[in-house]
């Protein structure tokens, strides 16, 4: 196996309110790693950090062989091209079709031939179950789908990490499954991934890594079952408990 993502002792701060504490972590190719942890615990701004979209305070991050602590050195572009990242909201360019969305980026920044990323949009639209709503406009489809839409997209730049950041948090309970069912298809390929979610029960069937943030820190990491029925601290055994 080889580390995609090795942070050691991370450190970022907002003015004067410590966000990330010193964490460490490392993500293998093809893993899937869970994030759980209360709101404001830094899970947001730790993915954010592997994309290069916050500066750090001092640590090592290398993501996709980027060394990301050094921001002079650093391709963001390059980065940007290998990582990908879904938000809870989706951001899909609402006056352009479902195609146009995906192929954009494969047009102007990857200059590829339309035939081309024409074909690629199909290719990651079938692998979302989107296939025949290419001609659509996000307004006519629902939240669920406009997520599948926002991730097939990502998957067009053909990255080697997907990170997903509460990407169900937004969607009606009906709708939450069939984006679940995307990640885990993706998963089920190889596709390495980070992601930070609410959604238990899907974190403990199917991350390989359970990792619980609390205070900016890592505070406990595991194999999710081992996590959830013997918790060692007495933050983690709460948060477990209590139905979020
Ligand atoms: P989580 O995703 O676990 O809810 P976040 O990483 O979003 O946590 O936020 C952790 C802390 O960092 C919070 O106190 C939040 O207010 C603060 N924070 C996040 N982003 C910024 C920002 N751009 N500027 C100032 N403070 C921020
Ligand atoms: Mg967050």
Same mark, same amino acid.
Request: hydrophobic share 40%; net charge neutral.
């Given at each position: 196996?080889?580390?995609?993502?090795?942070?050691?002792?991370?450190?970022?701060?907002?003015?004067?309110?410590?966000?990330?504490?010193?964490?460490?972590?490392?993500?293998?190719?093809?893993?899937?790693?869970?994030?759980?942890?209360?709101?404001?615990?830094?899970?947001?701004?730790?993915?954010?950090?592997?994309?290069?979209?916050?500066?750090?305070?001092?640590?090592?991050?290398?993501?996709?062989?980027?060394?990301?602590?050094?921001?002079?050195?650093?391709?963001?572009?390059?980065?940007?091209?290998?990582?990908?990242?879904?938000?809870?909201?989706?951001?899909?360019?609402?006056?352009?079709?479902?195609?146009?969305?995906?192929?954009?980026?494969?047009?102007?920044?990857?200059? &590829?031939?339309?035939? #081309?990323?024409?074909?690629?949009?199909?290719?990651? =639209? /079938?692998?979302?179950? @989107?296939?025949?709503?290419? +001609?659509?406009?996000?307004?006519?489809?629902?939240?669920?789908?406009?997520?599948?839409?926002?991730?097939?997209?990502?998957?067009?730049?053909?990255?080697?990490? &997907?990170?997903?950041? #509460?990407?169900?948090?937004?969607?009606?309970?009906? =709708? /939450?499954?069939?984006? @679940?069912?995307?990640?885990? +298809?993706?998963?089920?390929?190889?596709?390495?991934?980070?992601?930070?979610?609410?959604?238990?029960?899907?974190?403990?069937?199917?991350?390989?890594?359970?990792?619980?943030?609390?205070?900016?820190?890592?505070?406990?990491?595991?194999?999710?079952?081992?996590?959830?029925?013997?918790?060692?601290?007495?933050?983690?055994?709460?948060?477990?408990?209590?139905?979020?």
């Amino acid at each position: 196996m080889s580390a995609i993502v090795s942070i050691n002792n991370l450190h970022k701060s907002f003015g004067t309110n410590k966000v990330l504490n010193g964490v460490s972590l490392d993500v293998q190719k093809g893993q899937m790693v869970a994030i759980i942890g209360r709101s404001g615990s830094g899970k947001s701004t730790l993915l954010r950090c592997l994309n290069g979209l916050e500066r750090i305070d001092s640590g090592d991050i290398n993501v996709c062989g980027h060394d990301i602590h050094h921001p002079d050195k650093l391709n963001l572009r390059e980065l940007r091209k290998q990582v990908g990242i879904v938000f809870q909201s989706y951001n899909l360019f609402p006056h352009v079709t479902v195609e146009r969305n995906i192929t954009l980026a494969l047009t102007t920044i990857k200059k &590829m031939a339309t035939a #081309e990323a024409k074909k690629i949009a199909h290719n990651v =639209l /079938t692998l979302v179950g @989107l296939e025949n709503k290419k +001609d659509a406009y996000p307004e006519q489809l629902s939240g669920g789908q406009a997520q599948r839409v926002a991730i097939a997209r990502s998957l067009a730049m053909a990255p080697e990490l &997907m990170l997903f950041d #509460e990407v169900t948090s937004a969607l009606d309970p009906e =709708l /939450t499954g069939e984006v @679940l069912k995307v990640m885990e +298809d993706l998963s089920k390929q190889g596709m390495t991934m980070v992601l930070v979610t609410h959604e238990m029960a899907f974190a403990r069937k199917l991350a390989d890594i359970l990792v619980f943030m609390h205070q900016g820190k890592v505070w406990e990491i595991g194999p999710p079952d081992e996590l959830f029925t013997n918790p060692k601290t007495a933050e983690l055994a709460k948060f477990v408990s209590s139905d979020l």
